[in-house]
């Protein structure tokens, strides 16, 4: 199960700022082992103040944990063909990173794998890294002799789209029947910087096809919108920015609205800090009613979501109908120069073969 992850404790946040700006695939920097650590270092400080703001930590770990037990639990039954199944969490920047997994992986003797993102969009900067690392570790040995095969995306998925659903109309019934068709539904999803974006980056595409899919499950009951949150830097990010497309909202007279995470499958900073307490705020300062949909968390729909998507997968690999990876898998980004990622596709395309 593959995420970025985050700090579980306080403490641990200098690391995964490290670990983060250390990321080449994420954030191509000059002389970067010597700036990365820099950079990380005068950002400390704030990133630790908003982890405490949340109670201490990230709870990503947590909720990963309980997604993939309940996922195998229920893959058991789905496909007992290859029970019995075992998740392992490989976090890209925090503890369990890739490494300690593959360890861990290689001491258990595993021969069969599957690399299941657990970001249901597929962007370079987050799953690509995520994948590129584990062809790393997969290449120098460090996991064994494994068959692999890859679970690259899936934003459209029926279950992962109904668990969503199920979210909004929770949050709606917040809200006076009387206003309630009324509200805006804001979609809010992590942001890219417009050079990945531009080089042809599938991200925004497969996150505007999941908003439509909820849409279409809700049967476009209320007015809504695609929103960026998270940008840092002074360079130019996909927009519009969540936060101005709450003020602009609240100038143009709408005084209700729902933020959703439409990119994230559980709670961590930028649903916790980011949207609960500096969005939800900012809202209600402007004279509005602001509710979020929760995360998906612990939701037996999107827990049950993540079996079938793993056992239809199973089926299709053993019955020839799928190799190793997706067809789109395949195709790198027309703007790509990272040769790495050539390396990486070819080898999960061969099974992690050599």
Known sequence: MLNMGGPSTVPETYDFLKNLFMDGDLIPLPFQRVIAPLIAKRRTPQIEKQYADIGGGSPI?????????????????????????KPYVAFRYANPLTQETAQRIKADGVKRAIAFTQYPQYSCSTTGSSLNELFRRGRAGEMGDI?????????????????????????????????????????????????????????????????????DRLGHSNPYRLVWQSQVGPSAWMGMQTGEAIKGLARLGKKEAILVPIAFTSDHIETLYELDLEYLKEGKELGMELHRAESLNGSPVFIRALADITAKHLRDYSARRIGPTSVQMGLRCPGCKNMTCSQQKHWFARAGRS
């Open 61 to 85: 770990l947590k909720y990963t944990e309980m997604q993939g037990a309940g996922m195998c639990e229920l893959l058991d039954e789905l496909h007992p063909e290859t029970a019995p199944h």
């Open 147 to 215: 068959e692999w095969s890859v679970i690259d995306r899936w934003g459209t998925h029926p279950g992962f789209i109904e668990a969503v659903a199920q979210n909004i109309e929770a949050a709606l019934a917040k809200f006076q029947p009387s206003a309630r068709s009324d509200v805006v539904i804001l979609f809010s999803a992590h942001s890219l910087p417009m050079s990945v974006v531009n080089r042809g980056d599938p991200y925004v595409l497969e996150v505007s096809a999941s908003v439509n899919a909820v849409m």
